[in-house]
Nanobody, 124 residues
């Protein structure tokens, strides 16, 4: 059992920056691929970024337009998503997820563990 807790969401204005955190219950983070997704009502989860298991390789969806970056702190077993130049269309619930063997292609089915999500709202 892996527990994930997202935090750092909130209400911001267009152009602002926000840093989301994903705290995990694991004692070692390296064996897990970690991903970030977001979801709006009525739609499925959209892949944003990931760090592959046992690797420094990072993957990003084209929808990020170079504005988001993912990082991890293995000492704290925590993953981050830095979001810059936020836009109203970035408004969504943001989720972190963990998987044993992710490909980096953004396949939702590869992630067996999910956090509860944190709301990000960007006003015009």
């Amino acid at each position: 059992q892996v527990q994930l807790v997202e935090s750092g969401g909130g209400l911001v204005q267009t152009g602002d920056s926000l840093r989301l955190s994903c705290t995990t219950s694991v004692d070692t983070l390296k064996p897990y691929g970690m991903g970030w997704f977001r979801q709006v009502p009525g739609k499925g989860r959209e892949f944003l970024a990931a760090v592959k298991q046992n690797s420094a390789s990072k993957y990003y969806s084209s929808v990020m337009r170079g504005r988001f970056s993912v990082s991890r702190d293995d000492a704290k077993n925590t993953v981050y998503l830095q979001m810059n130049s936020l836009l109203p269309e970035d408004t969504a619930v943001y989720y972190c997820a963990a998987g044993a063997t992710i490909s980096g292609f953004g396949l939702e089915s590869e992630y067996g563990y999910w956090g509860q999500g944190t709301q990000v709202t960007v006003s015009s």
